[in-house]
């Protein structure tokens, strides 16, 4: 070697095979490892591994979550708000009182008030409407599993969820709105189980529609639609004859509107 | 939204746990742990930062934890089953088995290293941040973890793993 080049660490070969070297540093990394046969081959190696690495995380296939780890965080995540609420106290009883008498489902920020994230437009909605966004947030990313069963047999699909829970159920047709069916799961709920109708249009957008079936003691009290904006995410839930539906959409207010009449009026032939 | 938003991150947590313990029951206890953890310590999260590097840190705890339990155990490798081959092209399955196998001997705290910087692509601050060490630690973790599974992926000692597939093809 003529002219030695400038010394380089063994920090900053991983950096440069883990795309994290400084870019003034990645000259005099090439030019050590064209000198350094050694270091070289080990280099190689090491993006070797990194690319294996990287193939075998993707080549896991972990399934659908179980039921049991969602049931636990859904206890888990309504014992916390309980909780929260009780040491919000009476203040904040009132709030959502007056929030909820005057038909207001939308955040309001209280100035100094909460921290962002542990309270929100959903906060104040049933409990089966915080359960339907879980259960959307879940499964419409799913891209193997997202449903149980799926809608090549519709009416086996509505006959063992209406079983399940209970109650004659419906799978309304979106197909005017571009929507077809996908199918649906069965999923835990506070008291009864739930059933999740999930439906794609062209584009791969989901949206889902959530279903409970309560039994008499623990209907929640009949509202007409509400709408819930959670970031990008539109609900809208209602409650009518021991029902408690919620249909969510990752689309405008107007487009979820749409869909929410058609589901309405289907439900209701 | 509130402590559901964790409901979002489970597929990942479950992928990411399944590697770092090589077993699916054992991930999917170290997944429900963290999200009990989680839910207890919900107040502490800062909304500000990245919700997936905070479940990593809290899953990492634990896994630091349960390893504790599990140093009693008989010491079997937590690869003792393997997962089904199933849909795996042949040529792929042995290099596949022979990485989980060696990701497997790699000590713990250097397979959380390795799986954080690769799969997880953190930084190297980053991964500091999660597993609470310095970044000296993570790059010398990182630096005997990329050796070993060089060692290991290598050893001539190794017997060659026959394809036990291969012998039922026509």
């Given at each position: 070697m003529k002219t030695a080049p400038e010394a380089v660490t063994d920090d900053e070969l991983h950096a440069y095979v883990d795309a994290q070297l400084d870019a003034d540093r990645v000259a005099a990394v090439l030019a050590w490892l064209q000198s350094h046969p050694d270091d070289a081959a080990r280099v190689a190696q090491w993006q070797l591994q990194r690319a294996q690495l990287r193939q075998l995380a993707r080549s896991v296939d972990v399934g659908d979550t179980p039921p049991a780890l969602l049931d636990g965080v859904m206890r888990a995540a309504t014992h916390a708000r309980r909780l929260a609420r009780w040491q919000q106290g009476a203040a904040a009883a009132v709030l959502l009182a007056v929030g909820l008498m005057a038909g207001m489902a939308i955040e309001r920020s209280v100035e100094g008030g909460r921290?962002?994230?542990?309270?929100?437009?959903?906060?104040?909605?049933p409990l089966f409407v915080r359960e339907a966004a879980a259960a959307h947030a879940v499964f419409v990313?799913?891209?193997?599993?997202?449903?149980?069963?799926?809608?090549?047999?519709e009416a086996h699909l509505v006959q063992w969820l209406s079983r399940r829970l209970g109650a004659p159920l419906k799978a309304p047709s979106l197909g005017a709105h571009g929507y077809h069916l996908l199918g649906g799961r069965l999923l835990p709920g506070e008291g009864t189980p739930r059933a999740q109708f999930m439906y794609e249009n062209q584009q791969g957008s989901r949206v889902t529609l959530f279903v409970a079936a309560f039994t008499a003691d623990a209907a929640p009290s009949e509202t007409a639609f509400r709408l819930v904006r959670d970031g990008t995410r539109t609900s809208f839930y209602w409650v009518e004859e021991r029902y408690g539906y919620a249909l969510i959409a990752d689309g405008s207010e107007a487009e979820v509107r749409g869909l929410v009449s058609e589901v309405y009026a289907q439900l209701n032939r | 939204m509130g402590i559901e938003q964790t409901l979002g991150h489970i597929p990942a947590l479950r992928r990411y746990a399944r590697l770092l313990t090589g077993d699916a029951a054992r991930a999917d206890d170290l997944v429900q742990d963290t999200l009990e953890r989680a839910c207890v310590k919900?107040?502490?999260?800062?909304?500000?930062?990245?919700l997936r590097s905070w479940l990593l840190s809290l899953m990492h705890n634990l896994h630091l934890n349960h390893r504790r339990d599990w140093r009693?155990?008989?010491?079997?490798?937590?690869?003792?089953?393997?997962?089904?081959?199933?849909?795996?092209?042949l040529a792929r399955l042995g290099e596949r088995l022979d990485l989980q196998r060696a990701l497997a001997a790699l000590p713990p705290s250097m397979r959380e290293v390795l799986l954080l910087v690769?799969?997880?692509?953190?930084t190297y601050a980053e991964a500091a941040c999660i597993l609470d060490v310095p970044v000296g630690t993570v790059m010398s973790r990182l630096h005997r973890a990329r050796e070993r599974l060089r060692e290991l992926m290598s050893d001539?000692?190794?017997t060659p793993r026959a394809h036990p597939l291969q012998l039922v093809k026509p």
């Open positions: 921290p962002p994230g542990s309270g929100s437009a959903l906060a104040a909605a990313p799913e891209k193997r599993h997202p449903v149980e069963v799926t809608a090549a047999d | 919900w107040s502490l999260w800062e909304p500000g930062s990245v009693h155990d008989d010491g079997h490798a937590a690869l003792d089953d393997v997962p089904e081959p199933a849909h795996e092209p690769t799969v997880e692509e953190y001539p000692g190794e």
